[in-house]
């Protein structure tokens, strides 16, 4: 009786450990979720591209979206920022008998920074930039600036047509029409990229990206626009200081 006796105390505390291993792992995993971090700011105003003429309307009318993330002190802290946006671009090109050739070029370019520093992939990571707020002065030099294409388009149009058809396509004299060819592209493109920045160390941080406009006010052959535009900000944990983040330059 003794024996059966132990054996069912055994018996009757062998669970126990197990519902202490599930008690830690589900305390450990709830650990893990609260230790993340998110935020986000959303620009809605949307970029709209003419059907019939193919002219940019619309789109926000700032050049930065701008939010704050609080971060424990860690060295193995990290944020991935993704800036997204949806980019217009107008180009328009028209050569005629006295400019045989034409040239339009429209871009969107971004940056991100930290605290008011850089932040790869732009160059000049780690570091202000020198030419000011939003891009508004080119004061420094712009491959140091942390720059970053989104969209870019180079457009030329050119011919010899006109010298060789025969008719007379010099400005309007005695009624005759002058001969022309124009080229008009309007496109609108969503893109996104990932900017990283590890050991962000304890507090509450400024995350901000901005953009600059190729031309920055609108012309009749040139045009870009931002919008909608959503900036966001994850935190996440590196195995390590450095290891989680290789960085590598040409």
Not at 8 to 19: D, H, Y
Not at 97 to 117: E, I, M
Not at 131 to 136: H, Q
Not at 166 to 194: H, K, R, Y
Request: hydrophobic share 40%; net charge neutral.
């Amino acid at each position: 009786m003794r024996r059966f006796f132990v054996v069912g105390i055994l018996a009757k505390l062998r669970p126990a450990p197990l519902v202490l291993l599930v008690l830690a792992f589900t305390a450990t995993a709830a650990m893990g979720q609260s230790s993340g971090n998110f935020a986000a700011s959303i620009g809605t105003a949307q970029c709209a591209v003419n059907d019939g003429t193919g002219a940019l309307t619309g789109g926000l009318g700032g050049t930065l979206l701008q939010t704050t993330v609080k971060t424990p002190n860690s060295s193995t802290i990290a944020l991935d920022i993704r800036p997204s946006m949806v980019t217009g671009l107008f180009t328009k090109t028209k050569v005629t008998a006295d400019s045989s050739t034409a040239t339009a070029v429209a871009g969107v370019r971004v940056r991100v920074l930290l605290d008011g520093n850089i932040v790869a992939p732009g160059p000049g990571a780690g570091s202000p930039p020198s030419d000011g707020t939003n891009g508004t002065a080119d004061d420094g030099d712009p491959n140091n600036d942390g720059w970053v294409s989104y969209n870019k388009r180079f457009q030329q149009l050119s011919t010899n047509i006109f010298n060789v058809i025969g008719v007379d396509c010099d400005l309007v004299t005695d009624g005759i029409q002058p001969c022309n060819i124009e080229l008009i592209l309007s496109t609108l493109t969503a893109t996104s990229l990932d900017w990283v920045i590890g050991n962000v160390g304890g507090g509450t941080h400024t995350v901000k990206v901005e953009w600059s406009l190729q031309p920055t006010t609108a012309t009749a052959t040139e045009a870009a626009c931002v919008g909608p535009a959503v900036l966001t900000v994850t935190q996440v944990k590196t195995f390590n200081q450095s290891g989680g983040i290789v960085i590598t330059n040409p």
